[in-house]
Nanobody, 124 residues
């Protein structure tokens, strides 16, 4: 299984980016997809989850209302639309897939496969 994350880059505060996570060797619809990020000197945190069991999207408080997760099953690809980006959003973003129970979906240990990470830098 491979996850190819892309779409990161440099953006000004208030701008938008869309990250992509293309899967090969696995059918994304069969998994919960999570987006994590890790900023310099900080722990990795989950910011958005597309839960395959209830088809709902979940967001951390830090990104709620600004980020949106989606999937294109035909392309076997998940997306993270990020709007109103702020300097605090600067981080390496990772996609991951797994089959966590609902209460554990925010735990990175529940995800079996990870993309390589894509850097998002928000700066003027």
């Amino acid at each position: 299984v491979q996850l190819q994350a892309s779409g990161g880059g440099l953006v000004q505060p208030g701008g938008s980016l869309r990250l992509s996570c293309e899967a090969s060797g696995a059918t994304l619809r069969s998994y919960t997809v999570a987006w994590f990020r890790q900023a310099p000197g900080k722990e990795r945190e989950a910011v958005s989850i597309s839960n395959r069991n209830n088809n709902r999207a979940y967001y951390s408080d830090s990104v709620k209302g600004r980020f949106a997760v989606s999937r294109d099953n035909a392309k076997n690809t998940a997306y993270l639309q990020m709007n109103i980006l702020q300097p605090d959003d600067t981080a390496v973003y990772y996609c991951a897939i797994g089959s966590p129970i609902l209460s554990a979906q925010w735990d990175s240990r529940m995800y079996h496969y990870w993309g390589q990470g894509t850097l998002v830098t928000v700066s003027s």
